[in-house]
């Protein structure tokens, strides 16, 4: 007899995806800051029912990578790359120069907004809309849409945001 959650460890883990040619996304500090605003356990609680867990590295959790992700260990400390504090997210953009405008969404020194309009596709219909209400709630002017060509935009590198998965571990 098994327990829910059931499934296994899939090697495709997903990410959010920024255009870093893009205004706000050229900028560390607001990268940093979108990663710090997501709740990545109420992601997976609300989106799949609690069944997943949040990857640190474009790889799955699998024993054999054990040792390339032990060989970072360090450095994962000094990122926390799964990370979830506002508190965090907010002075990094405070120190770069954002404040809120009177909607309460970030905006730079010239009154620029930080859009994010993130594609997807269908598999991504759970996790996408969840994913863009955490950063409004957090001041990101944020939506999620998966248009029929949303595939075409992301490889002509046509968006603010995309969530895509990593090849990260087939062999």
Not at 41 to 54: C, K, N, R, S, W
Not at 57 to 70: A, G, H, K, N, V
């Amino acid at each position: 007899y098994y327990e829910p959650p059931y499934g296994y460890v899939d090697w495709w883990p997903i990410s959010l995806i920024v255009q870093c040619e893009h205004t706000h996304f050229n900028n560390k500090d607001v990268r940093w800051a979108l990663s710090y605003f997501v709740d990545r356990d109420e992601l997976i609680d609300v989106a799949y029912g609690g069944a997943g867990t949040p990857s640190l590295l474009p790889w799955p959790s699998y024993p054999p990578l054990d040792p390339f992700t032990e060989v970072i260990s360090d450095l994962l400390e000094e990122y926390p790359t799964n990370e979830y504090n506002p508190t965090t997210g907010e002075k990094l953009l405070t120190d770069a120069g954002y404040t809120k405008d009177s909607e309460g969404y970030w905006v730079d020194a010239a009154g620029s907004r930080i859009k994010l309009d993130i594609l997807g596709w269908a598999i991504f219909e759970d996790i996408g809309p969840i994913l863009s209400a955490q950063y409004k709630a957090h001041g990101i002017d944020a939506s999620y849409a998966s248009p029929p060509d949303a595939s075409d935009l992301m490889d002509r590198g046509d968006f603010d945001g995309c969530l895509r998965g990593h090849g990260g571990s087939v062999a």
